[in-house]
């Protein structure tokens, strides 16, 4: 399994909210290859490229700019890279924040993604959200669609995490969204989530959730920092 990692936080304000990055990429599941994409502006003001290419040496890095959104940098890491196999599997992470942490149970996982075309991460939203979330519709541990601007009674939200059996899933949910705006319109990047693409699906692959825990770091102080528990 190859994890793509794409950084987007514009909570990064100093190089010492870099730890909390590097923490949650530590939370997330151990893999063969990592691929970064970092957004260029959190290199040119806290360096942040440079610290993550120092923990992960052998990784690939590349910087995305700013108006770049989520399905704008996975299609350009995908059609950037030459590492990755056809019909390679793939765990895609979004870290839109510096002040948070994944913790998960790893044999749940493991179960899932041996039962499962697609694996999407998600937490039970138990407050009001500051902005507006992406739902996640389910039936027993199922996917079923991701819904904008609607409320549903068990407030489920993606946390920007999802794994895919094959790639190439992705790919042809991809097209399929594509094929919805017709071959002379240019998907919005900025505006198009995974859940989005995800809702595109065919309806052979079959789609679960994974309840997890995000943790909040709750002071900038190192003392009160939650820390996560690596998995492997």
Known sequence: MINIIIVECDGVRNPEDNYNILDRIESLPESSLRIFMCKRKCQDECGLAEEIGKRYPESTIYLGEEEWGEASSLSKVLAYTHEINNG????????????????????????????SDLVIWSV?????????????????????????????????????????????????????????????????????????????????????????????TISEDDNNVVRPTKHK
């Open 88 to 115: 390679q599997d793939m765990l895609v992470s979004f870290i839109g924040r510096c002040d948070n942490t994944i913790d998960f149970d790893p044999n749940k996982f493991q179960e899932l993604r041996d039962d």
């Open 124 to 216: 039970f939203n138990s407050s009001e959200p500051e902005e507006p979330n992406i739902q996640l519709e389910t039936d027993e541990g199922y996917f079923i669609q991701a819904h904008r601007d609607s409320v549903l009674d068990d407030n489920r939200v993606s946390v920007g995490t999802y794994y895919f059996r094959d790639w190439n899933i992705y790919i042809q949910a991809y097209n399929n969204l594509q094929s919805t705006w017709g071959a002379e319109t240019e998907i919005p990047y900025n505006e198009v989530a995974i859940c989005d693409i995800c809702n595109f699906i065919d309806e052979s692959v079959k789609a679960k959730v994974f309840d997890v825990i995000e943790n909040t």
